[in-house]
């Protein structure tokens, strides 16, 4: 067995705490090598301000996970992929299809992995309701995707910002869910949210 992936974090969030940090502790494959956040802070590991100065003062990281608010993801996953690294970028992946394609012709030119997490399609009911999908002809859909964003994203004030694009976070994961059941393409054609 080879040496585990070293592993630069940037942004140290809910996410990350919560769901990156654990899973990269408890498996051998992987080491959490560095950590790059403007106010986060994980012990045991070198933590830096920013992506840029992550890269530059460890060079010899294999991958770097995004876990920062949306509108950054495009520009830290350009220099990541830019700078040889393997890249996973937390959702939503960026704030145009036209970056998100960028970023996939950048990681083929450089030839590393680019992963954008779309984990809710995972879940444990989302197989069989695919597999149950498969015996039926359904013409239209009706999502009702209730999330408490206090409960998932705490003092995160990037989710409401003007041009943040924070409001599409919780919708993803009912997309995410849908790209699996149903395989064809999913247009959606009107969508309303809804604030307490």
């Known amino acids: 067995m080879g040496n585990p992936v070293r592993i630069g974090l940037v942004g140290v969030g809910k996410i990350a705490r919560d769901q990156h940090i654990?899973?990269?502790a408890a498996n051998a494959d992987f080491t959490l090598a560095a950590v790059a956040s403007r106010h986060g802070h994980v012990d045991g590991v070198p933590n830096y301000p920013s992506i840029e100065a992550?890269?530059?003062g460890q060079p010899g990281l294999d991958a770097v996970a995004i876990c920062t608010p949306p509108q950054v993801h495009y520009e830290a996953a350009k220099l990541a992929l830019s700078r040889g690294k393997h890249v996973l970028l937390e959702r939503p992946p960026c704030t145009s299809l036209l970056q998100f394609e960028?970023?996939?012709?950048l990681a083929k030119v450089a030839k590393r992995t680019f992963y954008q997490t779309w984990h809710s399609q995972h879940a444990h009911g989302v197989a069989p309701a695919a597999r149950l999908m498969t015996e039926r002809v359904l013409h239209t859909a009706h999502v009702t995707w209730k999330e408490d964003v206090r409960q998932w994203h705490p003092g995160q004030t990037w989710i409401w910002q003007a041009g943040g694009f924070g409001v599409f976070d919780p919708a993803i994961n009912a997309f995410s869910i849908l790209t699996r059941l149903f395989p064809e393409p999913i247009f959606p054609e009107s969508a309303t949210l809804?604030?307490?």
């Open 54 to 56: 992550m890269l530059d």
């Open 194 to 196: 809804y604030v307490p």
């Open 22 to 24: 654990p899973s990269i």
């Open 102 to 105: 960028n970023l996939v012709l």
